[in-house]
């Protein structure tokens, strides 16, 4: 048994802004039913602390000069503990984690998140009075990134895991950040912190974690190339020794069409008329016309270049052509958005758009529509494509990252032996897009073709299970470098 420190920027359902949430809300939980003492740790946002029952003062602890309260609660539905960090003015502020109401990023965004990472230093030694000492503090993302630099060098420190989300995303801050947050001056070094005379959060846990991790086998080779390594590669590449790639699972039970509460009409493999009333609540909901056989499209994501919703509305002029309706919810780009509602406006039972955060709608969209476009530019993982074979909805996906490991393409190998989940295409352009869609119109076109595309997909195994154990196995092989890291500093300070 581990007891791992989970800690995260955010976590399902007590806050979410994308798929960090959903892993830090599910890999917690398969952990545990796998026999580890797993406690997530995360700030104590308003909106959180407003909807958490059962939520206590657990310790009080003062670090230069101010009062940091530790809450404790549980991860709703669930037995798994959380730790909450609070400090007045910090992060009790409502709404967006990162964002204030403006859009821009909260301008002590630094402050909070190396709090966060503070408190994770000191549970992590056992120094708040909780009498529990992790073996593994696992890291994830940037918001996380200095627990492992500031961990390094404590004595009988716990073993270091960063799991890299989306590598795009670094926490970078001008050199003023650096001194203000009062990191030792060791830290100031191309080697360490510092990024082209910056403060990068991120490079804390690529550099100092014992192991790195990303969310996917081919994210995991992808990032240590220039096209995808944010300007990482170099770093990577010399840790690659120490950086695996794992596939996300999902949370089998809230994502799942026999039993989610979400939608109107429950189905599975062996009875797919539910997903056919699901369709016609999905069409009614949004205002489409419901009188014909097309193709229901969907997309659901950030609206942002790294979903490609740009080559999604550059081929629009096409698809108002085709036999196909399209479903678009999503928030982002305020340009992206624009453009979707003009669309929405001059086709209304065609297209239709949602703009907004909205977990209802996004199950009914995943129960009803036929197809899910994810044209990624770049996709650490993805679990909309995930959740759209458990739902039978075809997905239509670029071949990077997690996509092109978890649908397989609808070529004439992969139907001939049963295997085949999706429709898979190359390059990041309008006209391999568009041919994805047309593949897939044709397919739509042929129900005994179609079905197993959608039967293959519901069968496929997206559960935690043994993603989860290769987290162990990972935090094993972390615990173990750790110790020769300790070894080698025990024996440099002997000879010293
Ligand atoms: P990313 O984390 O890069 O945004 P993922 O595919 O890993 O992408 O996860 C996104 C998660 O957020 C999914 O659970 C998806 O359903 C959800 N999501 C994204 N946008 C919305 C939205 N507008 N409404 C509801 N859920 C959304
Ligand atoms: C990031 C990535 C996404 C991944 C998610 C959860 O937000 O963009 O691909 O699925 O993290 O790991």
Not at 47 to 68: C, F, G, P, W, Y
Not at 201 to 211: T, Y
Not at 429 to 435: A, F, G, M, Q, R
């Amino acid at each position: 048994m581990k007891k791992i420190l989970f800690v995260t920027s955010e976590a399902y359902p007590l806050i979410k802004t994308g798929g960090l949430a959903d892993v830090s809300g599910s890999l917690p939980l398969a952990l545990t039913a796998q026999g580890h003492d797993v406690r997530i740790l995360m700030p104590a946002y308003g909106d959180v602390m407003a909807e958490l029952e059962n939520v206590h003062t657990a310790v009080r602890i003062k670090q230069a000069n101010s009062l940091i309260e530790i809450a404790e609660a549980h991860l709703p539905g669930s037995g798994v503990k959380v730790w909450l960090v609070a400090q007045p003015g910090v992060f009790d502020r409502r709404g967006n984690p990162y964002l204030g109401a403006d859009g821009q990023p909260w301008a002590d965004n630094a402050e909070r998140f190396a709090l966060l990472a503070r408190i994770a230093v000191e549970i992590g030694l056992n120094r708040v009075g909780f009498r529990w000492k992790p073996d593994v503090v696992h890291c994830n993302d940037w918001q996380t990134g200095l627990v492992p630099p500031l961990l390094e060098d404590e004595p009988g420190r716990p073993a270091t895991v960063f799991t890299i989300h989306n590598l795009a995303y670094q926490g970078v801050f001008p050199k003023e950040t650096f001194k203000r947050l009062g990191l030792p001056q060791r830290f100031w070094s191309y080697n360490a912190l510092e990024f082209y005379d910056q403060l990068c959060f991120m490079k804390g846990g690529l550099v100092f974690a014992d192991r790195v991790n990303t969310v996917s086998p081919t994210y995991a080779t992808e990032i240590q190339g220039d096209e995808f390594g944010c300007g990482m590669q170099g770093l990577l590449r010399q840790r690659s020794d120490r950086l695996s790639g794992i596939i996300n699972g999902i949370d089998t039970a809230a994502w799942n069409p026999e039993g989610d509460p979400l939608i109107p009409h429950p189905f599975n493999a062996t009875n797919l008329a539910g997903k056919r009333l699901n369709k016609a609540a999905l069409r009614q909901r949004m205002g489409l016309d419901d009188s014909n056989s097309d193709a229901l499209f969907a997309s659901i994501g950030r609206l942002v270049q790294q979903k490609g919703i740009d080559l999604i509305i550059d081929i629009l002029p096409e698809l108002v052509k085709l036999p196909l309706q399209m479903v678009i919810l999503g928030s982002g780009d305020k340009r992206y958005e624009q453009t979707l509602s003009q669309w929405a406006k001059l086709y209304p039972d065609r297209i239709a758009v949602s703009l907004g955060y909205d977990e209802r709608l996004s199950h009914l969209i995943e129960a009803g529509a036929d197809v899910f476009l994810m044209p990624s530019r770049f996709e650490p993982c993805g679990l909309n494509q995930m959740y759209s074979q458990r739902y039978g909805t075809v997905p239509i996906v670029r071949q990077v990252g997690g996509l092109a490991d978890t649908v397989s393409d609808a070529n004439a190998t992969n139907r001939a032996c049963g295997n085949a989940s999706g429709i898979v295409f190359r390059d990041a352009s309008e006209s391999e897009l568009l041919d994805a869609v047309l593949r897939a119109l044709a397919l739509y076109q042929e129900p005994t073709e179609w079905e197993k595309l959608r039967l293959a997909g519901m069968a496929r195994d997206f559960s935690w299970q043994k993603s989860a154990a290769q987290y162990v196995s990972l935090y094993k092989l972390a615990i173990a470098d750790r110790n020769r890291s300790t070894k080698t500093m025990l024996s440099l300070s002997a000879s010293a």
